[in-house]
């Protein structure tokens, strides 16, 4: 079965710094999608970022980036110059084509003034 | 604009009272799906839906239940309420095979006394 893990419960970083947050996932499939989203205290679930696995080149959104090792099964998103608004829960997940989707647990975020 | 929706937003019942958690989606996706968040769990997938007259278990839906009489909603009933289905609910929806995003309501809040 496939399994999403975080491994940080919590992070914290300084406006303005870069942080990164892991996630790794244990797959047999080859095709398959990669998401971040992101949940504010209004509990709204965004999505923050989409990696196809087929697609080598490492998505990219604005100050949102992630590291797609398909070998490693690692899936980090990096976001750059931290703001106070990006302080969340962050989920990743994993979802085969044509299949549900499988959340981690989770990792929250603090932005230091 | 196309949404998703979720009623009621909160809701108090007593322990063994049957409650129903409606979700309406106006994207017109085939795929629907019921998830319950609880803190160390992330993004639990309850049941759900790939189409009219098609429903799925999923990773816990011991004494939940879900009916898909049409594209745009997907109910979820608990027959008998019980205190450990206390959680925060999330319905959302995406479309075929394609694209892999999850379109989520705004959650709803149940609390069983």
């Known amino acids: 079965a496939q399994t999403v893990t975080q491994s940080q419960p919590e992070m914290s970083v300084q406006e303005a710094e870069t942080v990164t947050l892991s996630c790794t996932y244990d797959?047999?499939?080859?095709?398959?999608?990669l998401f971040w989203y992101k949940q504010p205290p209004s509990r709204q679930m965004i999505l923050v970022i989409r990696?196809?696995?087929?697609?080598?080149q490492n998505a990219t959104e604005n100050r949102f980036s992630v590291n797609f090792q398909k070998a490693a099964k690692s899936f980090s998103l990096k976001i750059s110059d931290s703001q106070l608004g990006d302080a969340a829960m962050y989920f990743c997940a994993y979802r085969r084509r044509g299949d549900k989707i499988i959340f981690g647990k989770g990792t929250r975020l603090h932005i230091l003034p | 604009d196309a949404e998703i929706t979720q009623s009621p937003r909160h809701k108090i019942t007593e322990t063994g009272r049957q409650v129903t958690l409606a979700c309406h989606q106006t994207w017109n996706h085939n795929n629907m799906f019921w998830y319950r968040q609880d803190l160390g769990h992330g993004l639990r997938l309850i049941h759900y839906s790939y189409g009219v007259q098609d429903t799925n278990k999923g990773e816990v839906s011991d004494g939940y239940s879900v009916s898909r009489s049409n594209t745009e909603d997907l109910p979820l009933t608990l027959e008998s309420a019980a205190s450990s289905q206390t959680s925060v609910y999330f319905c959302?929806?995406?479309?075929?095979?394609?694209?892999?995003?999850?379109?989520f309501g705004e959650g709803s809040r149940l609390t069983v006394l």
């Open positions: 797959t047999s499939e080859s095709d398959y999608y």
């Open positions: 990696q196809e696995a087929y697609k080598q």
């Open positions: 959302a929806s995406s479309t075929g095979l394609n694209t892999g995003e999850l379109f």
